[in-house]
Structures are given as structure tokens and as C-alpha cells.
């Protein structure tokens, strides 16, 4: 089982509260777990810098549902080409912390292309993972480097 699935069942075990026996109970700890570390490094961001990318990321969220000549293009345009994105991404690592704590609610997608963009590297190229499953690994790697045992 690919370690990204494990999460996404890690992460589903805690939303419906699974706590039936101590697997279950490991599993919500893992979970809280990384949690607990999204909203410690979320509240170690400057105020500035938060604002800045709360703006620009609704900035480009609503450039990318509501802009005119993206939904009447004959082309299809990737939201990454949207200014925003570019601006998100200089903001660099500083603002993964936010672009973490974005992915791991419902609406992952945008999120997921600015960790794909300041992260390269870690970026999956195999289209087989896509959607929550891509968002949930990208988590399980951020975590990792910043869970204190």
C-alpha cells in the first residue's frame, strides 16, 4: 500500500472518529499528531506574511472560479499561469506552513499546485496519485520534516 493511501486512511479514520481499538487509537494519534504540528508552525508565521497570503491566495482562488476570460476562453488555462500563482510561489517555503494547513481541508487542489511549486522536487509525476490522495502525501512529507517526537 503506497504510503500516501495509508494517510488518506489515516485521515479518514479520524474524521469519522474511529476509536473501536488501540490500532484505531494509533492511527487518530498520527493524525492529531500532524494536527497539532500544521497548527504550531501555522502560528509561528509572521502576521505579515499571513496576510499576504491569505490576499493573494483568495486573490487567485477567485481569479481562477469567477474570471471572465478564464471561463469563456476556447482554451483551458491552468491556474498556475494566473499572476497569483507566481507571487505565491516567491513567497517560497516561508508560506508552506499555510499552504499545508489549506490542503488538508476540503479544498486541496489550488493548495496542492503551490506546494508542487515551491516544492518541486517532491512533486509526483505519476498520474495514477491524484486528487486528495497527492494533497495527503505531500502532507505526510511536510510533517515528517517538522513532527517533534
Given at each position: 500500500m503506497k504510503l500516501s493511501a495509508i494517510f488518506a486512511l489515516l485521515f479518514c479514520c479520524m474524521m469519522t472518529s474511529c476509536s473501536k481499538n488501540n490500532e484505531n487509537n494509533a492511527t487518530k494519534t498520527a493524525?492529531?499528531?500532524?494536527?497539532?504540528?500544521?497548527?504550531?508552525t501555522v502560528s509561528k508565521v509572521s502576521p505579515e506574511v499571513k496576510e499576504d497570503f491569505?490576499?493573494?491566495f483568495d486573490e487567485w482562488h477567485t481569479a481562477y472560479k469567477t474570471d471572465s476570460e478564464i471561463r469563456l476562453s476556447s482554451r483551458y488555462i491552468y491556474p498556475?499561469?494566473?499572476?497569483q500563482y507566481d507571487q505565491l510561489v516567491a513567497m517560497g517555503k516561508s508560506?508552506?506552513?499555510l499552504v499545508v494547513e489549506k490542503m488538508a481541508g476540503n479544498d486541496f487542489y489550488l493548495p496542492r499546485l503551490v506546494y508542487e511549486g515551491i516544492c518541486p522536487a517532491e512533486k509526483i509525476y505519476n498520474?495514477?496519485?491524484l486528487g486528495r490522495e497527492r494533497a495527503n502525501y505531500y502532507i505526510r512529507l511536510w510533517a515528517e520534516n517538522h513532527i517533534h517526537n
Open positions: 493524525v492529531d499528531k500532524i494536527s497539532v504540528t500544521i497548527a504550531e491569505d490576499r493573494l498556475n499561469q494566473l499572476p508560506i508552506l506552513p498520474t495514477d496519485t
